[in-house]
């Protein structure tokens, strides 16, 4: 085979792995758009707070520590333990269930019923304050993430490919593992909200508040438990993408790569979520191959939206959105 | 520190006015890129902090350092202007590229001095039309040369035939080096690819890709934020030889390497001081800045690169205020008298053992026809396993037949542009 | 006490219709223009143009053209960094180009250009709807910004990237450039936006503004009573890219001198002018103004009180300074979700009856 096919194909393998990473980021989006009708913004602030927190917890840093020691005169910064990745990542999970639970308590049990783009607000509001409160609380340095994924090129895909076409593929195993926890994410979830009581109240929440409301399903512990998720997907997220560059500010801006993903997959679907993010990944990674040396490069961020918007433009609600139907 | 103190040194400094020398620390401790502001505005107050506290002060008089938190924001940075020029300010180091082009014409209406110490303008090198602004040591155009006359170097001379990328962060900043890069690709004969990643350059798969396909012998990077992270960690993945890949000095620092682990070994980056803290100075600024509890932030940044960095160029303004008092005959200067001072400024090997700074940048000195230096710099070279950066190269020229007649075109155009006649009175 | 329609007889239809009903309303009004054109240019000083008066005039600009076209017409747009890039770009060609020409030309010339190309990139709403096209304009913030990052002929070839305001007059007062007075940055902010809320307060009252406000209750039952869609959504796409063109020229002219793309004009911009419309009110000319001199001062605000006062460290007070904007967003919404306006006007109908309530 021609070079040049040979590495667009191997551009399309990376697109698909990145599409994988970009769909776990628009899952945590679908999550509670499905169920309470709000557009997350704070999505991607809360993977760099969940990551963050993961790496304060294993590093055993005391939190605020800048802000005692600036008060108190102190001069502490770590306990001096370190904890396992595994049991971190679980009390990770329970701070982000703490999380949820403030979240609907002080936020959104106050908005309900408002107009979507001021719970959209809400959430922006949001980001900023977690922004702040991230800083504060671990400190705005960059943290190395380590919770013991293998990273760099797979020496098999390189050997097998290289015998079969004279060029090694390369495909990097932090990908890998990224879409073999996906592939677990979007299975547990299927099973959760198909064969559970509490994935069931879940469905028939995100069909109509007020019937589940009549049937004795409490919205309160629903939309608790949806931010609970989506702190949980978004947990994964930050690992993912944190072990990549370190876990740092910039992670909050992992949810703009999200948002094309979720135009082309429709805010409300999940097997949108994960196509419309295979359809960026590889659409943005060709472009920039093909047409990208044309004119610059540095294409992939417009494009990923141009990509979107050509689709809205036939489908207005997304791929897999559901029908708008519209009533006078 | 105590807030406290803070309070009570706050009450105190709103109290009856002294003479004092004011040094505006336009820093970004919060922010997108906030690891890397930490260790520079640490670096910069605890020198004057050290001359404070041992010298008390420059020739005399207290030095007095105002912060002033930019976020990396430009429009803050407006503010933080404005707030801080009616104290009195000497010199501005407005550290983001936004906010030293938003100072250039401000303060040089304003007639108050700008030092970009390896960023911002580069033409600002042509003192004649940049009467204010000063980028002495090196610029990014001389960065460039260094990266290619280290090449040369380590390959005897002749790079016919070899290919190098550029990796660069898709803005004005990134596209700096382009254009010398390019005249140099024609003097030297070899292949030149440029390669941009768009900002915040958390995702470079296409980038890396596009280098593993094209197999360039080396790899040039300007890169700023998480994309200096991602393109070492990228380049590891691909097995990218990396004492082939070298970075302009803001993609150098610890912050930069540390992520990657051990696949960032071997790592190049340009630089223009130097690094670690084996300096008789270290001493002194343990003694009386870190232990006396007087440290500015945490205190734990002490020798990284970028701490370094911001020492130096403390150590660059108190040189030229003290170059400036000489001058002048006062010890309270204007900054009219610190522009002068850093005009006049000539760093000496001499000079930098007696601060305590053996060896620290290079020799240059200023003039108002050339406000950049003489255009030296150095290769370092990161060790993973002992976690740290050292010089593996002297102090060495960029190549001045080219950058000089890029420096006159573009002071020229900015003169013609905003109506400057270039003149040396 | 004195803030009563009794006594206030209107005798012609103009007099009943205009803007302020009320004589005191009015007499308010009067004063604010004294004060803002008699008064403060005359004790203006250099931080207090360029820290506070300049940008929170250029964002009250930019959050009248968003207002009408999210506010009045319901079409959200996250493309308003982007747009204001397009004013300030094409306000720097026209200024280099032009040298000799007014800049009172040239701003709103910067304004026209990008009504045309707001318009353009609100082709998409004809059929993409409510947080779709959200995102959809996005697609413009993106795409915009690369272009003009990449394409030299917009920043004139310069090595640097950057455009830089050269020094240009009008009627002989310098208004950009380094040398310009406090005032002089101060006056001409304050001339556009006094004609651009004018003129936005007369248009989103009459016709065009009624069939914009039909079109964001229910396009459907709009298109059903005759409002055609097509030319009401892009009128406000248009109007609104005219005011924010505007915002964007001034906002590099005037207030920054200097701009890179990326930088100035990113996606935060477009963000927080949706804050400001939103903490001001959705709908609202007065809500434009309350909610950017909110998001304007409060930074500045804050900054002053934990360095200024209590000496805090800077990075410290940054960080609280994030979570007190967030927390203060949040809490107003929960408060008062129609914004800074509707207190406001809630606040006008408790005067009306103050200090015999019942």
């Known amino acids: 085979m021609p070079d040049q096919v040979l590495f667009a194909m191997e551009v399309m393998l990376n697109g698909l792995m990145a599409g994988v990473l970009y769909a776990l980021v628009a899952l945590g989006f679908v999550l509670i758009y499905k169920a309470s009708g709000i557009f997350n913004y704070a999505q991607g602030v809360m993977a760099l707070f969940s990551a963050l927190t993961l790496v304060g917890i294993m590093e055993g840093q005391v939190p605020f520590s800048h802000l005692i020691n600036a008060i108190f005169g102190t001069d502490i910064h770590h306990f001096g333990w370190h904890v396992p990745a595994l049991v971190a990542i679980i009390l990770t999970i329970a701070v982000m269930i703490l999380f949820a639970w403030l979240v609907q308590k002080v936020i959104f049990r106050h908005l309900v019923n408002q107009e979507p783009i001021l719970l959209f607000m809400a959430t922006i509001g949001l980001a900023y304050f977690l922004e702040g409160f991230g800083d504060l609380m671990w400190g705005s340095e960059i943290k190395r993430l380590d919770v013991g994924l293998p990273q760099g090129i797979n020496e098999w895909i390189d050997l097998t490919t290289f015998e079969a076409f004279g060029y090694g593929f390369f495909i990097d195993n932090l990908d890998i593992s990224a879409t073999i926890v996906a592939i677990f994410l979007v299975a547990g979830l299927i099973v959760f909200s198909q064969y559970t009581k509490q994935g069931r109240a879940l469905r028939a929440v995100a069909d109509d508040h007020q019937a589940a409301l009549s049937v004795g399903i409490s919205l309160n512990f629903i939309w608790v438990l949806v931010w609970s998720v989506a702190g949980f997907v978004a947990l994964v997220a930050g690992i993912m993408w944190g072990a990549k560059s370190g876990v740092q500010f910039s992670l909050s801006l992992i949810a703009l790569k999200a948002l094309p993903v979720l135009m082309l997959g429709g805010f409300t679907s999940i097997p949108g979520a994960i196509v419309g993010g295979l359809i960026i990944g590889v659409g943005e990674k060709l472009f920039e191959f093909l047409i990208g040396p044309m004119v610059g490069g540095a294409t992939e961020n417009w494009f990923a939206y141009v990509l979107a918007l050509v689709f809205l433009v036939f489908r207005p609600q997304g791929l897999f959105g559901e029908k708008i139907i519209e009533r006078v | ?425 | 006490m004195f803030y009563r329609e009794a006594g206030d007889f209107s005798t012609t239809y103009p007099q009943d219709s205009q803007t302020f009903p009320i004589k005191f309303d009015r007499y308010r009004y009067y004063v604010v223009l004294v004060i803002a054109f008699g008064i403060i240019p005359f004790i203006i000083n250099d931080y207090w143009a360029n820290a506070v008066f300049v940008p929170f005039l250029i964002y009250a600009i930019a959050a009248i053209g968003l207002n009408i076209l999210t506010g009045y017409c319901g079409q959200v747009s996250l493309g308003t960094g982007a747009f204001m890039a397009v004013g300030a770009y094409s306000c720097y060609k026209l200024m280099t180009a032009f040298p000799e020409v007014s800049m009172l030309i040239h701003i709103p010339l910067a304004g026209l250009i990008t009504a045309g190309v707001v318009t353009i990139f609100g082709l998409p709403s004809l059929r993409i709807k409510g947080f779709y096209l959200a995102v959809a304009t996005l697609a413009a913030q993106f795409f915009l910004v690369w272009l003009f990052n990449k394409v030299g002929w917009f920043y004139n070839y310069s090595a640097s990237g950057q455009i830089s305001a050269p020094q240009r007059d009008v009627f002989g007062i310098i208004v950009t450039g380094p040398n310009t007075a406090a005032w002089a940055k101060y006056m001409i902010c304050l001339v556009f936006v006094t004609i651009c809320a004018v003129l936005a307060r007369n248009l989103t009252r009459g016709t065009t503004g009624r069939t914009w406000m039909a079109i964001r209750d229910m396009d459907i039952a709009a298109e059903i009573i005759g409002v055609n869609p097509l030319k009401a959504k892009l009128t406000a796409f248009a109007i609104s890219g005219f005011f924010v063109g505007i915002a964007g020229a001034l906002f590099f002219s005037v207030y920054l001198g200097a701009a890179e793309v990326g930088e100035s004009f990113g996606i935060d911009k477009s963000f927080l002018v949706l804050f400001m419309i939103i903490i001001g009110g959705l709908g609202s000319i007065f809500g434009s103004f309350a909610g950017a001199a909110f998001m304007v001062l409060l930074p500045v605000f804050l900054k002053n009180v934990f360095v200024g006062w209590l000496g805090w460290p800077t990075d410290l007070a940054a960080h609280l300074q994030f979570i007190i904007s967030g927390g203060l967003i949040i809490i107003f919404l929960i408060m008062e979700p129609h914004g800074l306006a509707q207190l406001w006007r809630v606040a006008k109908e408790k005067l009306r009856l103050w200090p015999f309530p019942h």
């Not at chain 2, 010199?91 to 014409?105: A, D, F, K, R, W």
């Not at chain 2, 020798?303 to 403390?314: D, E, V």
């Not at chain 2, 053996?358 to 050339?370: K, L």
């Open chain 2, 1 to 425: 520190m105590k807030l406290t103190t803070l309070t009570i040194a706050a009450v105190m400094a709103a109290g009856p006015v002294m003479a004092d020398l004011v040094f505006p620390s336009l820093s970004y401790r919060t922010g997108p890129y906030a690891a890397n502001g930490i260790p520079f505005a640490d670096g910069y107050e605890d020198y004057f902090t050290l001359l404070n506290e041992r010298d008390g002060g420059i020739g005399g008089v207290p030095i007095r350092v105002l912060e002033c938190e930019t976020g990396y924001n430009t429009e803050k940075g407006v503010e933080c202007y404005e707030s801080t020029k009616g104290e009195g300010a000497l010199v501005y180091q407005p550290l983001s590229t936004g906010i030293t082009y938003q100072l250039i014409p401000k303060a040089t209406a304003d007639g108050i001095p700008v030092h970009s110490m390896g960023y911002g303008r580069t033409s600002a090198k042509n003192g004649a039309v940049f009467s204010n602004i000063f980028n002495y040591p090196a610029n990014y155009w001389d960065g460039a040369s260094h990266a290619v006359t280290h090449i040369l170097n380590e390959n005897g001379g002749d790079i016919s035939g070899t290919k190098i990328a550029l990796v660069y962060h898709n803005s004005a900043y990134g596209k700096e080096p382009i254009r010398t890069l390019e005249e140099l690709s024609a003097k030297h004969g070899y292949e030149f690819l440029p390669i941009a990643v768009d900002h915040p350059g958390q995702e470079q798969k296409s980038q890396w890709l596009q280098i593993r396909q094209q197999r360039p012998d080396y790899v040039l990077m300007w890169g700023w934020g998480v994309m200096n992270q991602v393109a070492i960690q990228e380049a590891a993945n691909i097995r990218f030889p990396m004492d082939k890949f070298i970075g302009i000095w803001w993609s150098g620092s610890e912050n930069d390497v540390l992520p990657a682990g051990a696949g960032a070994d071997g790592y190049k980056a340009l630089t223009f001081h130097n690094l670690g803290k084996d300096f008789p100075l270290y001493d002194d600024m343990q003694k009386y800045v870190v232990d006396a509890g007087k440290a500015a932030g945490a205190g734990d940044q002490l020798g990284t690169a970028l701490y370094n960095r911001g020492m130096y160029a403390a150590m660059l303004a108190a040189e030229a205020a003290k170059k400036a008092q000489e001058i002048s005959g006062v010890a309270d200067i204007t900054p009219a008298q610190m522009r002068d001072g850093m005009e006049a400024l000539e760093i000496t090997e001499e000079l930098m053992t007696e601060i305590g700074l053996p060896n620290f940048g290079p020799t240059f000195s200023v003039s108002c026809e050339n406000h950049g230096g003489n255009g030296l710099g150095a290769v370092a070279q990161w060790d993973a396993g002992a976690g740290k950066w050292s010089l593996i190269t002297d102090y060495y020229q960029s190549d001045q037949d080219i950058i000089s007649p890029l420096v006159a075109e573009d002071s020229a155009a900015f003169a013609a542009e905003s109506g400057i006649t270039p003149s040396c009175s």
